[in-house]
């Protein structure tokens, strides 16, 4: 078999519901993420469900939210039982600190003031407050989390940390009195270690992962984007801590840089058992944009990388199947000899609803098909995935569709691309200012990012034509849907048209988006004039998107 086509050694989900330990089962992963805690902020369900005795100043909080804690561990329980049951290894996830809330209140101490500079300049930020694991008596409560959850769930393979991606107030690359001068690749260090102590402690045979999302990310989007929000015009509250902060982090060592941080960083976890998990592309769910530099240089490690379809868990209200970028991204992978996948069907911190569609593909609809998907590309990155999606749907329908219609599903994805970016870019959220900071996000992976997202008159009328593509596109695919319906078992005719309708009304509604904001930003750049000319086109826009 060639190296391309072998299994990845590791196969891994994000299983936060025993409906995903289910398909885990199923499509044959051998890893398991069964819980993940600290990201949305949400108390107590976001707590780590941990007493820590040691720390009596919590006790009393601690034992009057005992019957949250006490279901918050049988439900973590059930979920590494049925793991177990279905021969997965088991991981445990959580955001650094992930502690209590109650702490802060309880040990005030050990949260730390922004960097005195940044304090005196700006009254919005004096009384926000961080753990700063450069304090040993922070690194030594760390250890007694860990510790404790290793002793509380038996039996677990690793413990999974995040880098710089919690709502638990501590970023390994904040600045305060304590870690001014200390290097953040040290920083990063003293973090790992504190959690390497809490897995003695529980005795050992937990391996560590880390995982990189906080800090795979380009040296743009930790500094120089600041300025660039400031000179666009930042909006609400932002306008008013952002001036002072970027004066008093303009010195490069108070910035984290991934490209002279991580590098230290993995000089100083040299010869360490630790996996690394990696992302395959900047942040979340990117369709069509440059693959993340860092897949493959984590060598000495154990290597896998996260593929996220994580926004459809809004399925079939917003539709697209991941088949050809999730393939890109396995090759790469496999090319750089990585040694296992990870997909996230869920976004992380938002599977506690039980109600919600998040931790459940069996209510997406057609976009069910990423899980077998990502399931076919782990066993084979070379699989023909349109072969894949056809035997998918004949048995999802009972009998063999045209084949047309799995081609078309792998196609829808270049149209969901189109809506989300601009040329390429990925360009979402509710106002003006979100926008530019969409753009901010993702534009500097493009080294020509500036020159192809200005809001020149030759741009705007490029991204209108783009525009008006994916919409012809989506229409005659739901066109063809219609033709082909009388052929179609009933359910499938169903589904078919509500994902492809979603697939046409978001390319609508994000044309008139994204026609509009260019010609705003034309306007606001100078390379408009504000005449009715330009004008008049905004509020036509606006209707077309209704």
């Known amino acids: 078999m060639p190296r391309a086509a072998r299994p990845f050694a ?13 398909y885990a089962r199923r499509l044959d992963f051998n890893w398991a993420v069964v819980h993940s805690d600290g990201h949305t902020g949400k108390h107590p369900n976001e707590d780590a469900p941990v007493y820590l005795p040691g720390w009596p100043r919590q006790a009393a909080a601690r034992e009057a939210a005992r019957p949250q804690i006490e279901a918050r561990r049988e439900a973590i329980r059930r979920r590494i039982a049925a793991a177990r049951r279905a021969g997965l290894k088991v991981v445990y996830h959580a955001y650094e600190p992930s502690l209590p809330p109650v702490f802060r209140t309880a040990y005030p ?7 005195r500079e940044y304090r005196r300049a700006c009254p919005e930020v004096r009384h926000n407050r961080n753990l700063c694991v450069a304090r040993p008596q922070v690194r030594e409560l760390l250890a007694d989390k860990v510790a404790e959850i290793c002793a509380t769930f038996p039996g677990l393979d690793a413990f999974m940390y995040t880098n710089n991606e919690t709502n638990s107030a501590t970023k390994v690359w904040h600045r305060c009195d304590h870690c001014r001068d200390i290097p953040f690749s040290v920083m990063m260090k003293h973090l790992h270690d504190a959690l390497k102590e809490g897995l003695r402690r529980a005795g050992g045979g937990v391996r560590l992962i880390n995982r990189a999302w906080g800090t795979h990310d380009h040296d743009y989007h930790y500094s120089e984007s600041y300025a660039e929000r400031l000179r666009f015009g930042a909006a609400g509250e932002a306008e008013r ?63 896998i990388c996260e593929l996220s379809f994580e926004y459809c868990r809004d399925a079939p209200r917003v539709f697209y199947v991941m088949g050809r970028e999730m393939q890109r991204r396995a090759r790469l992978c496999a090319a750089r000899g990585l040694d296992g996948l990870c997909a996230v069907p869920v976004c992380w911190g938002m599977h506690d609803n039980p109600g919600s569609n998040a ?15 990502f399931a076919a590309l782990a066993q084979n990155p070379e699989a023909d995935i349109e072969a894949e999606t056809a035997d998918a749907l004949a048995e999802r329908y009972g009998r063999p569709l045209p084949r047309e219609l799995a081609a078309m599903i792998l196609d829808s994805e270049d149209v969901a691309a189109e809506a989300q970016n601009i040329r390429g870019v990925r360009c979402t959220g509710q106002d003006f200012y979100q926008l530019y900071y969409s753009l901010l996000r993702y534009g500097p992976m493009r080294r020509d990012w500036q020159r192809r997202l200005a809001a020149t008159p030759e741009n705007i009328a490029r991204v209108s034509r783009d525009k008006a593509a994916a919409v012809a596109r989506a229409d005659a695919m739901l066109g063809r849907i219609e033709a082909l319906a009388p052929r179609l078992p009933a359910r499938a005719a169903e ?23 260019m010609t705003l930003r034309g306007l606001k750049d ?9 004008l008049a086109p905004l509020l036509h826009r606006a209707h077309a998107g209704d």
Not at 109 to 115: A, G, H, K, N, T
Not at 246 to 272: K, M, N, T, Y
Not at 496 to 515: D, K, P, T
Request: with cysteine; glycine share 4%; charged share 20%.
């Open 241 to 303: 801590w952002l001036r002072p902060y970027v004066r008093c982090f303009a010195d490069p060592a108070l910035q984290f840089r991934p490209s002279r941080d991580i590098p230290a960083w993995l000089r100083l976890v040299r010869g360490e058992d630790t996996m690394m998990i990696c992302k395959a592309s900047w942040a979340d769910t990117n369709l069509h944009h440059p693959l993340n530099p860092w897949i493959g240089r984590y060598r000495g490690h154990t290597q």
């Open 359 to 373: 931790a459940h593909p069996s209510r997406w609809s057609l976009a069910e098909l990423n899980m077998r998907l």
């Open 526 to 534: 100078g390379h408009l004039a504000p005449t009715a000319a330009a």
């Open 10 to 22: 590791i196969r891994m989900l994000y299983a936060p519901s025993l409906e995903l330990m289910d």
């Open 495 to 517: 589904e078919f048209r509500l994902c492809f309708g979603n697939l046409r009304r978001m390319a609508r509604e994000s044309a008139a988006m994204h026609n509009s904001f």
């Open 109 to 115: 101490e050990l949260w730390s003031p922004e960097i």
